[in-house]
């Protein structure tokens, strides 16, 4: 079950024979189990500060309608990548991999 049809506001609820019983089942049964992770970080002067400022500078009216944030807080949200001492985490990629013994 997705996530992103139940609303930005929705807590994950995780669908009934998965979670953590689930996933252990699963992996006893594979073997070449791997994982890896790649997150990059959002510097200022930066494409990717760009591509965040961009971002907010989309979501800022939305949010302001919806109430979520006030304008002030809002300008703040957008204006935050051109500030020298601004960090963020970017995107992040996971992959996970492992496959099923040779019978």
């Avoid at 979520?68 to 957008?78: F, M, N």
Wanted: charged residues 20%; hydrophobic residues 45%; glycine residues 8%.
């Amino acid at each position: 079950m997705p996530v992103w049809p139940n609303g930005p506001n929705t807590r994950f609820r995780i669908p009934p024979r998965t979670g953590r019983p689930w996933l252990d089942g699963t992996l006893a049964r594979l073997t070449d189990i791997g994982a890896d992770a790649e997150v990059d970080i959002v510097a200022p002067g930066t494409p990717l500060a760009e591509l965040h400022l961009l971002s907010m500078a989309v979501i800022e009216p939305l949010a302001v309608e919806a109430g979520s944030l006030s304008p002030d807080q809002a300008a703040v949200i957008v204006e935050r990548p051109t500030q020298p001492d601004f960090l963020s985490c970017g995107f992040v990629h996971i992959g996970v991999w492992g496959r099923r013994p040779e019978a």
